[in-house]
C-alpha cells in the first residue's frame, strides 16, 4: 500500500468525469488499498479516485465505522434535506454550508466485486453524495449556499 498524492484546488483532473469500472482488477484492489490509506493518512471522511489522479468511478468513506468502498455506485432513493458544514481533502482552504439529503439508499459493487445497496443518513449520506459528484467533475463549492467556518471533516 501507499499514500497516493491528492490532487488540489484547481487541477483540471477535478473537473473530468469517471468512468465505469468494468472488472475488478489487482490494479483497482490497490488503488482501493492505497485510497483508503490516504483517506486515513490525512483524517479524511471520504476520498474518490479522481482525487488521486485516477478517473475511475470509485469512492471509499469512513465516519468512523470502517472504511466503505463504493463502486460504479447509484443512488437509488432519496430523502429529506439537511444544511451542514462541508469541506474537501482537495479544497484545504475552502468550506461552506451545503443542502444534502437527509437519507438515501445507494447501489453500488464492493472490492469483492459483490453488488450491494446501503442505507446511509447524515454524515454518511452527505459523504456519499460528495463522493458521487467527485465522479462527476463535481465540487462542493459548486452547490455551497453559504460561506462557513473551518470544518474537521474533509471528504
Ligand atoms: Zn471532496
Redesign the pocket.
Known sequence: MAIRQIRIDDDPILRKKSRVIDEITDRIRDLNADMIETMNEAD?V???AP?VGILKRMAVIDVGEGPITLINPKILEQDGQALDEE?????PEQSGLVRRPKHLIVEATDIEGNQFKMEAEDLLARAVC??L??LDGV??IDRVEEPGEESDE??
Do not use: K, P, T
Request: charged content about 15%.
Open positions: 479524511g471520504g476520498l474518490a482525487q469541506a474537501c481533502l482537495s479544497l460528495h463522493e459528484d467527485h465540487l462542493f474533509e471528504v
